[in-house]
């Protein structure tokens, strides 16, 4: 790996983040604290900080999704209110701007709270401005968004719709329409509807596809309009890798990369799933090399352990990646993010380019970045 790509130079470089879930990047003390004031306490399955945090990644380690999304049951009893969403919302884009993030979105699923749509996506909102405003204080700048989820399990992916779709001119921090949840035996085209109406209403649209049965799954998502692939990564069954290291492509595969189709790719989580084998068995590195648009992602920064740093540096020594490929990593998530053109080129010619402009030059010459 080039010379200066450790924890610490990956914690200042730049990065985007497209595929994080709110109610999956709790801090374990903000978890303690909440339990304690609504009485949820008792029902935590440990109280020591250190052994509750341990209890929340072995369900994710368990490669069962079910386990994985059991964990939720007690995140989720901490964002009943409007003031402890805002709190969850808030802690969670400063410690994504703390770990170096300058743009971000993350995902959040009204149905699963006990108020109005618009009640509880008004206080994630103003979670993130309050942290986007002493964020800029720290001399940190990071640019939040919100993707709204609808449950794939559940019936009102139209209603989801139709409320991001209201929200335009009301709240410009919600970005796009999501479908999220347990997926296999929950196709998209089991919520035909709300994506006719999504693409009718030329709403942005991303679709988790990640489970079995594999291809099947990300090709519904393409046809019911997903502009990006949450995961993506069982395309790998699509590819072939040849003696040279070269890949050879099926029709789906060839689609995804023609159509530079982005896939918010999260090699820890897809690990633990059971997706793939191990980081350095992902394909982010393949397909990144390959041309596909893919960026790196936590999905659930508790569940998995993990940070947009520590899962970049897991790349990029899984791969040997230089300061380059990394650049590109970064570029590809704000190039396909949803925010309005114009913010993500601001954040691109101020921030990303001159950063690994330098960095690459730096690590030619020899020398780490300073």
């Known amino acids: 790996m080039p ?12 990065k985007s ?75 969670a884009v400063t ?21 109005p749509f618009a009640v509880s996506s008004a206080a994630v909102a103003a979670g993130f401005r309050r942290a986007e405003a002493d964020a800029l204080m720290r001399g940190k700048s990071i ?35 999501d479908l999220a949840g347990a997926e296999t035996g929950w196709p998209p085209s089991l919520h035909a509807d709300a994506l006719a109406f999504a693409r009718a209403a030329h709403l942005n649209i991303t679709i988790h596809a990640s489970e079995p049965p594999d291809l099947e799954l990300i090709s519904d998502a393409l046809v019911h309009g997903a502009h990006r692939i949450g995961h993506g990564v069982r395309l790998n069954r699509d590819t072939t890798a040849t003696p040279a290291g070269e890949l050879r492509l099926g029709s789906l595969a060839q689609f995804v990369l023609d159509h530079q189709v982005h896939l918010e790719m999260a090699p820890t989580c897809n690990t633990q799933i059971g997706a793939v084998d191990s980081v350095s068995r992902h394909p982010i590195g393949p397909f990144l090399r390959h041309g596909f648009n893919v960026s790196v992602n936590t ?18 020594s899984a791969f040997g990646l230089s300061w380059s490929e990394v650049g590109r990593l970064v570029e590809n998530g704000v190039a396909s993010g949803f925010a309005t053109y114009a913010e993500r080129a601001r954040i691109l010619s101020e921030v990303v380019r001159p950063w690994y402009n330098d960095a690459a030059r730096l690590s030619a010459a020899g020398a780490p970045r300073p």
């Not at 979105?105 to 009204?110: D, K, N, S």
């Not at 999905?299 to 947009?308: A, E, F, G, I, Q």
Request: aromatic share 6%; proline share 4%.
């Open 95 to 115: 410690d994504l701007a703390d770990d170096g993030v300058v743009y971000a979105e993350i995902r959040f699923a009204p149905e699963l709270h006990a108020l």
């Open 299 to 316: 999905d659930n920064r508790l569940m998995s352990k993990v940070s947009p740093s520590s899962e970049m540096l897991a790349v990029a």
């Open 143 to 177: 640019s939040a968004h919100i993707i709204v989820c609808a449950m794939r399990t559940e019936k009102r992916s139209l209603e989801v719709a139709q409320f991001v779709d209201d929200q335009r001119g009301i709240e410009p921090k919600i970005v796009a329409f």
């Open 17 to 91: 983040l497209l595929h994080d879930h709110l109610d999956g990047g709790l801090r374990v003390s903000t978890i303690l604290e909440i339990s304690d004031e609504i009485g949820h306490a008792p029902r935590l399955p440990a109280t020591d900080p250190d052994a509750l945090h341990r209890w929340f990644v072995a369900g994710a380690e368990a490669r069962d999704l079910l386990k994985y999304l059991a964990t939720f049951e007690h995140t989720l009893a901490c964002m009943q209110t409007e003031s402890h969403i805002e709190r969850v919302a808030y802690e």
């Open 3 to 14: 010379r200066g790509i450790e924890l610490g130079s990956i914690v200042e470089a730049p």
